[in-house]
């Protein structure tokens, strides 16, 4: 979701001949809050769809890893038109919205987004997110992800979203009937390897691949398998075609 995350991975998807772009969603990373638009889900997908219309302006290969594949699997059940073939990365697509804390006070809600952007809480989830990397690194990567916490009105989108419920996808899976590539990581300690089985036959036309010795996040741990993921999965037909 973040801009940052992509550091590593988008210059190899734009090396091999890809048109890429990476997309701050409304109300997350670096997208301009100075108005404070309204953050739920409906806002974010229209706020993308409008980006796309203006200047993508043809199906694409729509990557989301985590909670961002909650978004494109909410995106493609409304304009499937837009996407060409989704990519979805260790999904998170079976979590009821933001659950009990769409009903906290603001107070309350506040307390808890202060307590997100923490850097001991950050690193800590450095630990969950990643394999064996050294403390140094850790730190470097916390210190990264840490940056768009710091935007102007970051804690007001954030409880935005929170309040307002979430995503809640599940019953829009089946919805998503074009070719779609799931990947997964090995060593993942934040969504069970058992959610990417379920993904995978709840999904009409899709094929999954794994990535060994990798948590949470391999476009960050693991650039080059990535990439090469996506790229193949983009090739593929074209391939096909020439045969």
């Given amino acids: 979701m973040v801009l940052t995350e992509w550091r590593y991975t988008y210059p190899l998807l734009e090396e091999a001949g890809l048109e890429t772009w990476a997309v ?3 109300g997350w990373g670096f997208s301009d809050l100075e108005r404070l638009p309204p953050c739920n889900v409906a806002s974010k997908r229209e ?26 699997i909410d995106f493609v059940a409304n304009h499937p038109e837009a996407v060409e073939k ?26 808890g ?3 997100l952007k923490s850097i001991p809480l950050r690193l800590y989830v450095n630990v969950l997110a990643f394999t064996g990397i050294s403390f140094g690194t ?6 990264v992800g840490h940056l768009h916490c710091l935007y102007p009105r970051w804690e007001d989108a954030t409880v935005d979203f929170m309040i307002s419920g979430g995503y809640n996808v599940s019953a829009q ?7 779609t590539l799931i990947i997964w990581d090995e060593d993942d300690q934040i ?18 691949r794994q990535i060994p010795d990798c948590g949470h996040l391999p476009h960050v741990e693991r650039p080059n398998s990535v ?14 075609e020439i045969e």
């Fill in 138 to 143: 850790s730190l470097d990567w916390t210190n």
């Fill in 191 to 208: 969504i069970s390897s058992k959610l990417a089985v379920r993904l995978h036959c709840e999904l009409p036309n899709a094929t999954i």
């Fill in 173 to 179: 899976i089946q919805q998503v009937k074009q070719k």
């Fill in 24 to 26: 701050d969603i409304l």
């Fill in 86 to 111: 989704p990519v979805f990365i260790d999904a998170s697509v079976y979590a009821e919205g933001t659950g009990n804390l769409a009903t906290l006070p603001r107070i309350a809600a506040y307390a």
């Fill in 227 to 240: 990439a090469k993921l996506i790229v193949d999965f983009v090739q593929e037909d074209c391939y096909k």
């Fill in 113 to 115: 987004v202060y307590l």
């Fill in 47 to 72: 706020h993308f769809y409008q980006l796309w219309k203006s200047h993508i302006k043809k199906p694409m290969i729509l990557v989301g890893p985590s909670l961002g594949a909650a978004v494109a």
